[in-house]
């Protein structure tokens, strides 16, 4: 990725776009993609498939009813993770709407999806090209929100001991208490 000046406006907005997620504690990456399946109003379909030499490694398939993100099966699955946020993140950054088809990549991994629902298709070739940069960005990006809010998580939980545990499910948190509502208090008598 190209460093200086240049490159502050791209890191600002891809923060923006990634601290605008609503990202599932722990990272779970089917719930990730059902919240923005939601989200966007469209389905969002993750689909392993065998690796292909002379192919990206991943790809991202627009049609009209649906977006389908193909990755390698046979790889590991944080590679498989980080492929599928990246093809994500050409999903989050609009790239998927600008993008020319390339339906030869299409046709080889979805030979039974006729090529006119196929709107567009990207696929990791080259990662030099500042769309392919952004994608890059926005999915390490998005690893590393997911992991903050994850260690925060675990931080909260371990700092809360197993008495105040048992307090808190008997009484609830102060934020699950009722408003205005008064909590009786009992008193305790001593010899």
Known sequence: MRSGRSDKPLWQRCRRLVDGLDLPTPFAMDEFIGRLARTRGRPIDLMPVAARPHLPCGLLVTTDRADRILYPADTTP???????????????????????AASSAA????????????????????????????????????????AELDRADAARRASTGPEEARLRSLFGSPEQRVPGRRVARRRSWRA
């Open 107 to 146: 046709t080889v991994l979805l030979p039974h999806l006729p090529a006119s629902l196929v709107q567009r298709v990207l696929g990791r070739t080259v990662y030099t090209e500042p769309q392919e940069e952004e994608a890059e960005l926005v999915a390490s990006l998005i690893l590393h929100r997911a």
């Open 78 to 100: 944080l590679h498989q993770q980080h492929i599928q946020l990246h093809e994500v993140a050409h999903l989050l950054c609009g790239h998927h709407e600008t993008s020319p």
